[in-house]
Structure formats: structure tokens, C-alpha cells
């Protein structure tokens, strides 16, 4: 069963930055994609960033690209999302995610199989 950890979440100021991390275990495939999304209240749930690990491929929500950045370090199974340029409307709450598949180029976040417990980004002066 894959085990998803999220940390690095608080309170920042708009214009701010802020590196959430997640730890992941029990993977039993090498081929899995490991995504970000949020859910703010009232608002849809959306898929901000995601990475595979068949060719390290990543994706970016047009609401969030060249603010964040998506990266990983397979020798520590951790996943990190750099945040900057923090606004108002990135406060949610942060989903670590994993689909387990092989996937080249994604163009999109594939829908999770597994959730994290969440952590809370507040972007406020």
C-alpha cells in the first residue's frame, strides 16, 4: 500500500515561498506519477503539478506555472513542490497524490489512487 507524507505547509505572505515535501513508500512498481493537488474551500479540486518517474516528465496548471516547480529525489522517494510568488488564491490545502502507471510526457495530472492526509499553504498579509 503506497504511503504519502506531506510536510512544509504554514502561513506565508503574498509573494512569498514556500517547499512543500512529500515522503513516499510502499510503491511496488517503478513506474508511477506523484502529483500536487489542492482543494480550497468552495472551489474545485485541481490538480496543480505533477512528475512521473518513467522519463521525469512534469506538468504545471496554467494557474500555477512559472510560480511552482515540481521535482523529485528518488534516492530519498521525496517529492518536493517549490511555491513562489505565493497569492491569495494558492491558500488550500496541499494533497500529496500517486497513480501508479507508466506514463511518457504527461500533459495532465492522471487520477490519483493514493492521498496523502493533506497540508494546509495560507497566503495572507
Known amino acids: 500500500q503506497v504511503h504519502l507524507v506531506e510536510s512544509g505547509g504554514g502561513l506565508v505572505q503574498p509573494g512569498g515561498s514556500l517547499r512543500l515535501s512529500c515522503a513516499a513508500s510502499?510503491?511496488?512498481?517503478?513506474?508511477?506519477?506523484i502529483g500536487w493537488f489542492r482543494q480550497a474551500p468552495g472551489k474545485e479540486r485541481e490538480g496543480v503539478s505533477c512528475?512521473?518517474?518513467?522519463?521525469?516528465?512534469?506538468y504545471d496548471s496554467d494557474s500555477v506555472k512559472g510560480r511552482f516547480t515540481i521535482s523529485r529525489d528518488s534516492a530519498k522517494n521525496t517529492v518536493y513542490l517549490q511555491m513562489r510568488s505565493l497569492k491569495p488564491d494558492d491558500t488550500a490545502v496541499y494533497y500529496c497524490?500517486?497513480?501508479?502507471?507508466?506514463?511518457?510526457?504527461?500533459?495532465?495530472?492522471?487520477?490519483?489512487?493514493?492521498w496523502g492526509r493533506g497540508t494546509q499553504v495560507t497566503v495572507s498579509s
Open positions: 497524490t500517486a497513480h501508479t502507471g507508466i506514463h511518457f510526457g504527461i500533459v495532465g495530472c492522471p487520477p490519483p489512487d493514493s
Open positions: 510502499g510503491f511496488t512498481s517503478d513506474y508511477y506519477v
Open positions: 512528475i512521473s518517474s518513467t522519463d521525469d516528465s512534469t
